[in-house]
Structures are given as structure tokens and as C-alpha cells.
């Protein structure tokens, strides 16, 4: 593991919040060339947040989801039913990348009213639970990626070492083939365990808090009743039993196996850093060096994942609609180029897995 010399390894990943140095010539430029690029976009019609390409897409999901929802319900043949159901995990796929992320960035719409209650109906088609979201991905993630100990993305409660800043230990090795089953698990365990067990132990890992008030605690709990009545029973009530399990696993599966993809290539690749916040990075810095774009040639894929195949551009600009980051990735190389600042790009969707299962390999081999 030669790239990783630099990282120390610590059973005790650090406690005290990883500080920026102050704001680097390279982000003062970028932000002024997005901030021009932005107001001429806005005088087309084409606002940084509220865009109105991005209401489209959410009508059309919606409208994906809910078809397939109903075919799902109203099948006549199990054949029928996978088919649906495998429809609908795609759907509720894009509905969490284009629809619930964005409401949660506040992009969405430009009323904060708008995005809350979008956020709210996707706690409901989804299952999970906004504040922990929010506190998970908003106020650690996006701070300090790849910072064992405050990025929750590296947290797998020792199923698997997705860091070399992490102790290695025997259970590890060969999780690049133990990795599939574990993300198979993701959304079950995400939807049906974690989200209750933070409710009631009040902390979201053993080093964050997070503790919700009255409001909070009945909007999780309403939002789950209405998920579990509404898109977890019903199936069950209407189909043979055993095409409902059927149904109910191949969702998760898919669903599951989508999101950690997604979220994991942008970040889990060898060419990352590791090491926490470098002497001297601000945070626009740190954000490129743990980031990478993918598959950024694909339509397809930058309309599934609401742009997060454009990851470098959605973290140093996660408040601008992601209807935005095609045209901003031009402006990000620009600037870096000329401060002699490296942009990663992993290529291709299938080659992103590729090198994410590489990482796993590296990771999972004995130290």
C-alpha cells in the first residue's frame, strides 16, 4: 500500500474537529468565475437554485415511481412483479439522488418551505429519516470527506476498512468479494435498524451526538408509520407471500447496491487522500483532493444520480442545483490547471467500481 506511507494509522480516530486554513487564492478565483458564470445563468432563466429543469425531473420520478408502484400492486404474474419491482428500486434510486439530496441542499426550489416538505415526502416513499440525513451528510460528510472519524460515510461498524487510517484486522481480508453482500444490506439496515437505534441512543456513531427534539422525534416517527403502512405492508396484503419477499429483497438489493455505488466511487478510490486535512489546505482544497468525478460523458448517468457523477463540482458547490455542474466542471479545471491544483477523475461508471473494489482489495490485504 505505497500511496498510503503517509497515513496514520489510529484505533482512536481523532476527536477534535479538523480545522482549514484560510481561504486559498485557487477557491477566492473559482468562486468569482462561478459567481460570474451563475448571474449570466440566472439572467437566461436558469437560476443556481429552484431551476426549473430540476422541478421537470422531480415530476417525472415521481410519476416513475408511482407507476411503478402500481404495477407492482396490480400484477397478475410473478414475473410481472420482479419486473415492476425492479422499476420501481430504480426509481426510488433517483428519487433519492435527484430529489430527496437535492431538497435536502436546498436546491430544489428556492423557498426553503418547498424543499422541507419535498424532503418530507421523500422520508415518507423512502423510509429515511431526514435529521439523521442531514446531520450525516450535510454537517459531516460534506466538511471533512475521508476523515476517519467525522465522515460517517467510512463508519460500516467494523464490517468492512474503507480507510487505511483505519486498524486492520483479520475480517478484512477479502472484503472486495464481502463487499457486495454487505451494500446488498445497506437501505434494510439503514431503514429498519440504524434510524432507530440513533433515535433512541441519541448519537448517530460513538463519536456524534445527535440528539432531536419533540418535533423532530414525531416527524421520524409519523414519516416511518406512513412508509412502513403505505410501501412495506400493502404489497404483502395483496401478492402471494412469497412474492412479496421475493419483491421486498430484490428492491433492497437494488437499491442498495445503487446508493453505495454511487456515493462510494466518488470518494473510496486509491487516488484519494487519506491522511485528513493536509498543512495549509483550506476547505475547497481538501474537498478536491478526497473527491473524484465519473462516467461525466454519460447523460444517462448524470440524470439517474442528480449530478453526482459530478462530485468534485456538487462538493465545493453543494448549494447550486445540480442542473449546473455540466457547465461548472469546465470552470473548476480552468481554475485548477492554473494553480496547479489536480482534479480526479476516475472515467467511466464501470471503471469507478473497478478501482472502489481495488481500494477494497488493497485495504482488505494484511498489513
Known amino acids: 500500500m505505497n500511496q498510503f506511507r503517509n497515513v496514520r494509522v489510529d484505533a482512536q480516530p481523532n476527536r477534535q474537529l479538523p480545522e482549514f486554513a484560510a481561504k486559498s487564492l485557487f477557491w477566492l478565483e473559482l468562486k468569482a468565475a462561478v459567481s460570474d458564470h451563475l448571474a449570466e445563468e440566472a439572467s437566461n432563466g436558469r437560476p443556481s437554485v429552484g431551476d426549473e429543469r430540476l422541478r421537470r425531473k422531480a415530476g417525472v420520478i415521481l410519476l416513475w415511481f408511482a407507476a411503478s408502484y402500481a404495477a407492482l400492486l396490480f400484477t397478475t404474474t410473478l414475473s410481472g412483479a420482479l419486473m415492476a419491482t425492479l422499476c420501481l ?197 481538501h474537498q478536491v483532493r478526497t473527491t473524484a468525478d465519473f462516467a461525466v460523458g454519460s447523460r444517462i448517468v448524470t440524470w439517474f444520480t442528480g449530478g453526482l457523477n459530478h462530485q468534485i463540482e456538487h462538493h465545493l458547490f453543494p448549494n447550486v442545483a445540480h442542473s449546473h455542474y455540466p457547465a461548472l466542471r469546465p470552470i473548476v479545471r480552468a481554475v485548477a490547471e492554473r494553480h496547479g491544483v489536480h482534479c480526479h477523475d476516475m472515467g467511466g461508471a464501470f471503471s469507478a467500481v473497478r478501482q472502489h473494489f481495488i481500494l477494497l482489495k488493497t485495504l482488505g490485504a494484511a498489513t
Open 89 to 285: 428500486a430504480f426509481a426510488a434510486s433517483a428519487l433519492g439522488f435527484g430529489v430527496f439530496h437535492d431538497a435536502n441542499h436546498r436546491t430544489l426550489f428556492r423557498r426553503p418551505k418547498s424543499n422541507l416538505l419535498a424532503a418530507r415526502l421523500c422520508s415518507i416513499l423512502l423510509g429515511p429519516s431526514r435529521h439523521f440525513w442531514l446531520h450525516k451528510h450535510n454537517g459531516l460528510h460534506h466538511r471533512q470527506p475521508n476523515v476517519l472519524g467525522w465522515d460517517d460515510d467510512l463508519e460500516t461498524r467494523g464490517a468492512l476498512r474503507l480507510s487505511p487510517a483505519d486498524v486492520w484486522a483479520p475480517r478484512f481480508r477479502h472484503q472486495e468479494i464481502k463487499a457486495p453482500f454487505y451494500y446488498a444490506l445497506n437501505t434494510v439496515e439503514w431503514l429498519f435498524w440504524k434510524d432507530f437505534r440513533c433515535l433512541v441512543s441519541g448519537r448517530l456513531n460513538h463519536l456524534h451526538p445527535v440528539e432531536l427534539g419533540n418535533g423532530a422525534r414525531t416527524e421520524l416517527l409519523v414519516c416511518k408509520g406512513l412508509y412502513f403502512g403505505l410501501f412495506v405492508l400493502p404489497p404483502f396484503v395483496v401478492l402471494p407471500v412469497w412474492w412479496a419477499v421475493a419483491a421486498f429483497l430484490l428492491f433492497h438489493v437494488v437499491l442498495s447496491w445503487a446508493l453505495a455505488l454511487i456515493f462510494q466511487v466518488a470518494h473510496l478510490t486509491p487516488a484519494m487522500e487519506f491522511g485528513g486535512v493536509r498543512a495549509g489546505d483550506d476547505w475547497a482544497l
